[in-house]
T-cell receptor, first 106, second 113 residues
Framework: KNEVEQSPQNLTAQEGEFITINCSYS?????LHWLQQHPGGGIVSLFM???GKKKHGRLIATINIQEKHSSLHITASHPRDSAVYIC????????FGTGTSLTVIP | DAGVTQSPTHLIKTRGQQVTLRCSPK?????VSWYQQALGQGPQFIFQ???????QRGNFPDRFSGHQFPNYSSELNVNALLLGDSALYLC???FGQGDTEAFFGQGTRLTVV
């Protein structure tokens, strides 16, 4: 069993839809990260959070430490949001989920 | 600020050969971590360097080794390459050993034939 589980694995949405990606983890953590990876490989850090909620533009990330669960929300999705979204946690090392592949159709 | 830079971007090697990948951290960062990402999988932690020493290591064989230089740049070396070593190798830099935001490079795509 992976230390970090994401759902769904794949997601297709129409432009403008509200999107939610979920992440559950089983290890003790000090922080949780949401990362975005575009085709070609480069990874961009979207959020690092250890409690509560963070917002950046159309992106919102929440974490519930007691339930060991985090969600990434995208409001008013756009085709340029198409990417793989990876949840990662830091405890004694970095543990990554396998990613959620998002495709937003115009 | 160039951010995290990795070289080369792509590389093809033959089984049994050795390879060296390079990473320059973001300006002001002193910690470098390396990850292996197989196709369709999430990244897997290889090791982390801080103050020129390997501080943490993931579940990778001794064929994977590294080095950090006084300017904080780092190398990842893989000996006796196997077909299964084909992957995207990502480098991330951060400041210090605590929980700070990590910045990732574009990766080096290694293909072993």
């Amino acid at each position: 069993k992976n230390e970090v589980e994401q759902s769904p694995q794949n997601l297709t949405a129409q432009e403008g839809e509200f999107i939610t990606i979920n992440c559950s983890y089983s290890v003790g953590i000090s922080a949780l990260h949401w990362l975005q990876q575009h085709p070609g490989g480069g990874i961009v850090s979207l959020f690092m959070l250890s409690s509560g909620k963070k917002k950046h533009g159309r992106l919102i990330a929440t974490i519930n430490i007691q339930e060991k669960h985090s969600s990434l929300h995208i409001t008013a999705s756009h085709p340029r949001d198409s990417a793989v979204y990876i949840c990662a946690v830091t405890g004694n090392q970095f543990y990554f989920g396998t990613g959620t592949s998002l495709t937003v159709i115009p | 600020d160039a951010g995290v830079t990795q070289s080369p971007t792509h590389l093809i090697k033959t089984r049994g050969q050795q390879v060296t990948l390079r990473c320059s951290p973001k300006s002001g960062h002193d910690t470098v971590s390396w990850y292996q990402q197989a196709l369709g999988q999430g990244p897997q932690f290889i090791f982390q360097y801080y103050e020129e020493e390997e501080r943490q290591r993931g579940n990778f064989p001794d064929r994977f080794s590294g080095h950090q230089f006084p300017n904080y740049s780092s190398e990842l070396n893989v000996n006796a390459l196997l077909l299964g070593d084909s992957a995207l190798y990502l480098c991330a830099s951060s400041f210090g050993q605590g929980d700070t935001e990590a910045f990732f490079g574009q990766g080096t795509r290694l293909t072993v034939v």
